[in-house]
Nanobody, 125 residues
Framework: QLTLVESGGGLVNPGGSLRLSCSASGFTVDYYAIGWFRQAPGKEREGVSCLRSSDDTVYYADSVTGRFTISRGKNKVYLQMNNVKPEDTGVYYC????????????????????WGQGTQVTVSS
């Protein structure tokens, strides 16, 4: 089975940067794409970005486009967060989609079935 573990969160000043990592083990056919989601306090979990492994196609939510970058290495997917804002605060999760989904748009939670434990990002002065 697929196991996902996020790391790299922490406290950062507005305008600063963080790099989140998602480490994957136990590949399955669901590991054709990885999505990043976040959940701010009092809000629903929302899709941030995804990457399609076959051709490195990427998608970003409007709220993060131009500031965040998703990329991959060997058994890892990264989310580079630049020029962060207080509104970026939340728990960030990486996830792999169900069979039949492969990252063709900003990710939707119901398309994803494997989830990491989350890593906290707090943007504050």
């Amino acid at each position: 089975q697929l196991t996902l573990v996020e790391s790299g969160g922490g406290l950062v000043n507005p305008g600063g940067s963080l790099r989140l990592s998602c480490s994957a083990s136990g590949f399955t056919v669901d590991y054709y794409a990885i999505g990043w989601f976040r959940q701010a306090p009092g809000k629903e979990r929302e899709g941030v970005s995804c990457l399609r492994s076959s051709d490195d196609t990427v998608y970003y939510a409007d709220s993060v486009t131009g500031r965040f970058t998703i990329s991959r290495g060997k058994n890892k997917v990264y989310l580079q967060m630049n020029n962060v804002k207080p509104e970026d605060t939340g728990v960030y999760y990486c996830a792999s989609p169900h069979l039949g989904h492969v990252c063709d748009k900003v990710p939707s939670e119901n398309e994803y079935g494997y989830w990491g434990q989350g890593t906290q990002v707090t943007v504050s002065s």
